[in-house]
């Protein structure tokens, strides 16, 4: 899927199987999630564990468990379409 650049860093996208999600990747240093979506948004969720983006990884359905377990449960931020 390629690298997206935001701030000084250089992001390496997870394709994702789903109908809602397109791609995510994962800064586990600073514990931030980025979800990108099908429609182009970006989003970055804040304070995501570690275990917790292994466990969405092998998730059968990510936009379900994206649904159920991210979701207004962690501080986030839309980023410009780039």
Same mark, same amino acid.
């Not at 990747?25 to 990108?36: D, E, F, G, H, S």
């Not at 979701?71 to 410009?80: A, E, G, I, V």
């Given at each position: 899927m390629g690298?997206i650049s935001?701030?000084?860093?250089s992001l390496?996208?997870?394709?994702?199987e789903?109908k809602?999600?397109a791609?995510?990747?994962?800064?586990?240093?600073r514990?931030?999630?980025y979800l990108?979506?099908?429609s182009g948004e970006?989003?970055r #969720?804040f304070?995501f564990?570690?275990d917790?983006?292994l466990?969405?990884?092998?998730?059968?359905?990510?936009?379900? #468990?994206f649904?159920?377990?991210? &979701?207004?449960?962690?501080p #986030?931020?839309k980023?410009? &379409?780039?």
């Amino acid at each position: 899927m390629g690298t997206i650049s935001n701030d000084t860093e250089s992001l390496d996208w997870e394709p994702i199987e789903s109908k809602l999600l397109a791609a995510a990747a994962y800064v586990a240093p600073r514990r931030i999630l980025y979800l990108r979506f099908h429609s182009g948004e970006v989003y970055r #969720y804040f304070t995501f564990p570690a275990d917790q983006y292994l466990e969405f990884l092998e998730a059968e359905s990510k936009g379900r #468990y994206f649904l159920s377990h991210i &979701r207004n449960r962690f501080p #986030y931020q839309k980023l410009p &379409r780039l």
